[in-house]
């Protein structure tokens, strides 16, 4: 695969430059970064031909908060809490990922009542944003009812983590040697009341939207990202197992206690937009069993595993840890010089890589279709941008 | 509101005590206006997830403000709810959106972010230190990210605003900003027993407290008091 690197400048004076056939003109079509459907300030230069996309250039930076610079600056304890801002909807999962670097390079090892409770909450919070995704994805199609349903089910487990955390988003929950409070007394049992909730309201999900003719016709073959191009564009996430790639950190680089959970990966087979769909209502299904079979099972413990200071010193190297998020692998690289401030940390988000799929999977097709595969990727902006 | 303010507090003048009608006037517009804000929706990060999806939902309804109609161009909307982030790579676009809404247009902004730059105050390179770097700002609301109850609260604050602040003969004249922060212990009930008793309120026009707000030419005054009473009737039933 070759990868051309030009400027947008370049590619604009291309375009006007070869456009000598007198029947048609190729025309440019600028996509944000102020637009409803881009989920955020995401811009997107359109080289369009008639309605079919010949070439979509994402164009980043609308939301660069410098989050890694800043991180620079500050103590492994706090430079956890910006994670939240990055994926804001995997808050939870964000704090774990720098949680367990800094864990692995300092050598703290943690109980395994946090171990459970991280696991829990993980998938709590996969449910969470997924059910958001859904109801945007209706939304984004035209379909306003969706988004209600979606919005309705997620208030209600975000009460019942709003219980323990205290707050509703940004949750700040995970910290490096432990979880910032115990859970609540009535969570156990407000989990399995929502489980009891939220699986027949999956089935109606299904009715919904689903096995409805309309959502199938705009997602069916549209979008097709093909096996080969996801790996090599490192797509991670339900992208990557929508097409076809049964590559999941949870289950074939168990972290946290998800090897003590009996649990499938769903994977699609064609990878068009309606397997990413399918794979991540699916998803919704088997977090619900793994909360389920490890809700019973936390053991007693402390949820700290000793009074941390701030000044937590990682011995001078470089350290690379990842895990699953609701998109897909979250690594955080760690460059330390024995300081208790990180010399440089990078993140390798999942929605950069899965961003650059749009262009290989729409290449071709109506303008029209482009909306919906671009929510069938799930993109949060901020944390491509950081 | 060219017509209205530019011909009709001329004409009105002439009409003998016609100060009380440009004052009804001014009333009912700012009713309209505060009862229908049409929001623009400039999400652009974790805040827009809160602000933007959460009150739009049905537990929270952002639809009982008559601020429901979210509209993605700034033509149609006369209410920017700032979500979010504004970093440099942003403020000129912000500020041309801002632009390209019509007068009276008012802005909410939401979280430590658009206030001040929130968690990215410090050894950011990039984050704009508020937003009041960039536009005007009406009310504030903190939180990181501010609960959707603490929104509606600053909605009824920038309501309350509206009714009270601007008049007609005065157009754009700004108020002062506000910081409308929830008072602690408020929940979500509490505001839509607000929202309620606003609306009833609303439904009663009360002459006799409009006329006695004015400010008559001496003597006129009692004269005035007199013939509220034939009105009260009249114009109850008419709104
Ligand atoms: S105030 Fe907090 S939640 Fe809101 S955009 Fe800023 S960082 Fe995100």
Partial sequence: MTIEVSSLKELVEQASGDDRSPDTQEYFVNMGPQHPSTHGVLRLVLKLDGERVLRCIPVLGYIHRSIEKISEHMNYMNCVHLTDRMDYLSSIMNNWAVSKAVEEAAGIEVNSRIQYIRTIFAELERIQSHQLWWGVLGMDLGAFTPFLYGIRDREVLNDVMEETVGARLTMNYVLPGGLMADIHPNFVHRVKEFIKYFRPKLDEYDDLLTNNVIIQERLRNVGVLSAQTAVQYGATGPVLRGSGVAFDLRKDHPYGVYDQADFEVPVGTVGDSWDRYWVRVEEMRQSLNIVEQLLDNIPPGDFLVKKLNSKIKIPEGRYYSQLETARGILGVFIASDKKDEPYRMHYRSPNFNNLWCLEPMIKGDYIASLIGAMSSLDLVIPDIDR | ?239
Avoid at chain 2, 29 to 34: C, D, K, L, M
Avoid at chain 2, 195 to 204: A, D, I, R, T
């Fill in chain 2, 1 to 239: 509101m060219g017509v209205v303010t530019d011909k009709l507090p001329g004409a009105l003048e002439k009409v003998p005590g016609g100060n009380v009608l440009v004052t009804r006037f001014d009333e009912i517009i700012n009713w309209a206006r505060a009862n229908s804000l049409w929001p623009l929706t400039f999400g652009t990060s974790c805040c827009a997830i809160e602000m933007l999806m959460a009150t739009g939902g049905p537990r929270h309804d952002l639809a009982r403000f008559g601020a429901e109609v979210a509209r993605p161009s700034p033509r149609q909307a006369d209410l920017l709810i700032l979500a979010g982030t504004i970093v440099k790579r942003m403020a000129p676009r912000l500020r041309t959106l801002y632009e390209q809404m019509a007068e009276p247009r008012y802005v909410i902004a939401t979280g430590a972010c658009t206030i001040s730059g929130g968690p990215f105050i410090y050894h950011s390179y990039t984050t704009v230190r508020g937003a009041d770097e960039i536009i005007p700002v009406d009310v504030y609301v903190p939180g990181c990210p501010p609960r959707p109850e603490q929104l509606f609260h600053g909605l009824l604050t920038l309501q309350k605003m509206i009714k009270e602040g601007e008049t007609i003969r005065e157009p754009g004249v700004r108020r002062k900003p506000v910081i409308s922060a929830l008072p602690e212990g408020v929940t979500l009930e509490d505001i839509q027993g607000q929202m309620k008793e606003l609306l009833v309120k609303e439904n009663v026009v009360d002459v006799q407290h409009a006329v006695d707000k004015l400010k008559w030419p001496s003597g006129l005054n009692e004269r005035s008091s007199g013939k509220s009473d034939a009105n009260e009737s009249g114009a109850g039933d008419g709104t």
